[in-house]
């Protein structure tokens, strides 16, 4: 009873959500990017949490991994990952000045936090990235959106 725990890619593909009751399914290494997997969090060693069984009845866990370390807070590998590409991604857009990039930068880790200002900052992201180019929106897409919740995914992507 209670979570079992997630094996997970450091690129942050869930490769077994099942790890203790089902190790058949356990991977070293990820087989969609050939990254480590790993059970615990880097930085307090506390299990990634997995599917949650209560009296027999098995909730499936999520099917893509928490963003964040539910026992100390840190980031994931896969959030830093993420994150990173994003903010890099954000530096190659020519149509924004560099005050621009900057603010794309600092709303890109508000909505990954999902903080009180994601909404605003999911804001002042449609606006910057409109600026920057349908063609930039749909790069920031692929690299940003496993990183959001489904809500603001919602609000600032429209998917
Ligand atoms: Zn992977
Ligand atoms: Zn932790």
Redesign the pocket.
């Known amino acids: 009873m209670g979570y079992d725990v997630a094996q997970v890619c450091l690129n942050g593909h869930m490769v077994n959500h099942s790890y203790q009751s089902m190790p058949e399914f356990n991977q070293r290494f990820c087989a969609k990017c050939g990254a480590q997997t790993i059970t615990q ?6 299990s990634i949490r997995g599917d949650y069984e209560f009296e027999n009845v098995i909730a499936p866990g999520p099917t893509r991994p928490n963003s964040f ?6 980031p994931y590998p896969w959030t830093e990952r993420g994150l990173q590409a994003a903010i890099e991604l954000a530096d190659e857009f020519e149509m924004l000045n560099l005050n621009e990039r900057d603010e794309l930068k600092k709303s890109l880790e508000e909505l990954v936090k999902d903080s009180p200002k994601a909404e605003v900052a999911g804001f002042r992201f449609k606006k910057l990235m409109k600026k920057a180019g349908s063609g930039s929106i749909e790069v920031m897409k692929t690299v940003i959106s496993d990183l959001l919740s489904e809500t603001l995914k919602k609000s600032v992507f429209g998917i």
């Open positions: 969090c880097p930085d307090c060693k506390s370390c539910h026992e100390c807070g840190k």
